[in-house]
Structures are given as C-alpha cells and as structure tokens.
C-alpha cells in the first residue's frame, strides 16, 4: 500500500526542553503535510557525546516517553521517535527507540544492538560502550501498512540483523542515525543501498542536521532508498522535513524480479528469524 513518510532532519541543541518541542511541533507539521508515518533521528533529545547521554538520561518509559506518545495521538500518525537515552532499573544505559501507533499506544521498542566503538585512522573517534549497554533484539512492527523494522544507525552495517527483519517480513526499515563526517562521505549513500538491495525492501535513515560547532558533527543527507536501490530522496546538511510517498508493494516486484530470498543456500548458510 502507499503511505507517506515524514522524514525530519532537526537541529539538535544543547538545550533538550527545546529539542523535545521542536520533535513534537515537527511530528505535528508533518502530519499537516499529509504523513502517515514520521521519523525523527538519533539522538534528537540531546547533543551526541557520552557526558551528554548520562545528563539526558530518562528513565524507561517516563516523561519523555509520554510525551512522543502524546505527540503521536495527537497528530493522528506513527511515530518512529528516534532515540534518547534511556535508563534501566538497574541502572544500564541504552540508545533507545520507540513506535508509537496512531493512537500514541507503544507498537515498538528497540535499543541499539551493535555499540559505535570505532578509530578511524586520521578521522573519527569514539566509543559509545563507554555509556551505553548493547540491546539484545531485533524489531519488527506491524501497521496497516504491513510491517517494518527499526534499528539504529550503527546496527545497520550488520547485514545479518537486515536478513533477520526481512525474514520477519518487513518491507521498510526504519533507521534514526548519526553518521559522521569521516563515515557519512564514505559509507552513508552506500550502505543504505546495499541493504535495501540485499533485503530488497525500502531503507529510511534520518539524522541529525549539521552543526560545525559541535564536539561530533552529524554528516546529515538523511535518505529514502527503493527496494532496487535507488535513491528517492536525499536531503543536504541542514534543517529539513518533508513528506516522501512510498508504495510498499514495490518490495513484491523487485523480489518477484529478483527471487533473492526464496534462492538463499540455507543448506550451507542461514541466519533464521525465530518468535521470541
């Protein structure tokens, strides 16, 4: 079926009350715009750095949690709300995103499973396992629209993870992330293309807009990408939200093209989705 697709790339300050109402009132203008469905990027609460992520932390499901909830019963969309940071009760840290239906009910829950611990020769630096703990599940949702993944940002380059919610029957994935200035230029474009095209399914990423004053700088371009690989939509660095039609039967066509799936070797390999 065809839906539309809010895809928001705010400005993140170092304000968090802010950038919650700036979250809230673009879900709002999104919907007005025609969306069904709106995502915000990674780490949209507060500036990326591991300080910051101890000082924002929220406690699960508390304030802000009601509050994207809120936002989405009142805008009458999905919401895709990104991540924040959030603490367990026992004190753990997470990278966390949530769905929320149209109704502002919890459809979803994701907590980032692969940790950006990286050093890059000459480029960028960091560890978010200094902060945050790893999740431990995939995620797939249903709407009535059929189903669809979340993960974020660093989770994408792990094809497996991709292979897992296809299997589970997801035609759209979602990804909230904060690609870089050292890996956006290299790898931003293409990894989103390659696993639209491995999962033959559309591919979604949103990011924070571009801010040359801060201690880790979001390479922003948030995307839409096809089923076949094809760039839909690219945004450039700065502030922009807009609304991109998708028709998920495409995911049909191009595996009916392209039986990719059904000719998987699971005799000599597989990577099998099980219900927890």
Not at 26 to 55: H, I, K
Not at 58 to 65: A, T
Not at 224 to 240: A, D, K, L, M
């Amino acid at each position: 079926r065809g839906m539309k697709l809010g895809l928001v790339q705010m400005s993140v300050t170092d304000v968090p009350e802010h950038n919650l109402s700036e979250a809230v009132r673009l879900t709002r203008e999104m919907a007005q715009q025609g969306a069904d469905l709106v995502l915000l990027p990674e780490m949209f609460l507060c500036p990326y750095e591991n300080s910051w992520f101890r000082r924002c932390a929220q406690p699960e499901r508390g304030r802000i949690f009601q509050t994207l909830g809120e936002a989405a019963a009142g805008a009458g969309v999905y919401l895709a709300a990104g991540s924040f940071p959030e603490e367990d009760r026992e004190g753990r840290l997470y990278n966390t995103g949530y769905v929320f239906d149209r109704q502002g009910r919890e459809l979803a829950r994701h907590r980032k499973m692969h940790l950006f611990d990286i050093q890059v020769e000459g480029g960028q630096c960091f560890r978010e396992s200094d902060t945050f703990s790893p999740g431990d599940t995939y995620t797939v949702f249903d709407t009535e629209f059929g189903r669809m993944g979340l993960c974020i940002c660093f989770d994408i380059r792990f094809p497996e993870l991709f292979s897992l919610m296809v299997q589970a029957g997801a035609r759209l994935v979602l990804v909230p992330a904060a690609f870089n200035r050292t890996t956006g230029p290299a790898h931003w474009d293409l990894v989103f293309r390659q696993r639209a095209v491995d999962g033959q399914c559309f591919t979604a990423g949103a990011a924070p807009a571009r801010d040359p004053a801060a201690a880790y700088v979001s390479y922003g371009h948030s995307l839409v990408v096809s089923p076949w690989g094809e760039v839909i939509r690219r945004f450039g660095t700065g502030e922009q939200a807009e609304v991109v039609e998708l028709d998920l039967r495409q995911t049909d066509a191009v595996r009916k093209q392209l039986p990719l799936l059904s000719a998987r070797r699971t005799d000599l390999y597989e990577t099998r989705w099980k219900k927890d």
